[in-house]
């Protein structure tokens, strides 16, 4: 069974979305782990039918080397990201995890990749249900 991380922080608002998205895609074909910055993005997240959630630096560190897929917002590679709740130490867990890693291009850090058109956050879920089901035959 495909194991995917969530991993979302301030609110969860993004990370829910993507959840609920992946929930109505797939089912219980996949295992969803919400992984929050706080306590807050953790529990939104867990409302949307997430298997299993978990909070805080050391439960996104302890976790992303435990599953196949890792989605998020492009901030949780941004040291210091989501205004300040991305810790170095999630950022290079994250980066370090040999899952493989979905992130959607949403500017929230400054941060532009050049070459890449900007598109509301439900257009980016549908190419990311879409992208793993390529990838992973799920």
Known sequence: MLK???????GG?????????????????V??????TNAAA????MKCKANKGASGE??????VSKVDLIVGP?????????????????????????A??????????GIDIIGLIKEPLPHLVEKLI???KEEFNV
């Open 13 to 29: 608002g993004i990370g829910s979305y993507i959840i609920k998205s992946l929930r109505e895609a797939f089912g219980d074909k």
């Open 100 to 109: 493989r890693k979905f992130l959607l291009p949403i500017n929230q850090e």
């Open 58 to 63: 050391n439960a996104i560190v302890w976790n």
């Open 74 to 98: 492009m901030s949780i590679i941004a040291a210091h990201g989501m205004m300040g709740e991305m810790t170095p130490k999630m950022v290079e867990a994250i980066g370090s995890s040999p």
């Open 42 to 45: 953790t529990a939104n997240m």
């Open 4 to 10: 995917i991380a969530v991993v979302d922080g301030q």
């Open 130 to 132: 879409l992208h793993i």
């Open 31 to 36: 295992e969803i782990l919400a992984l929050g």
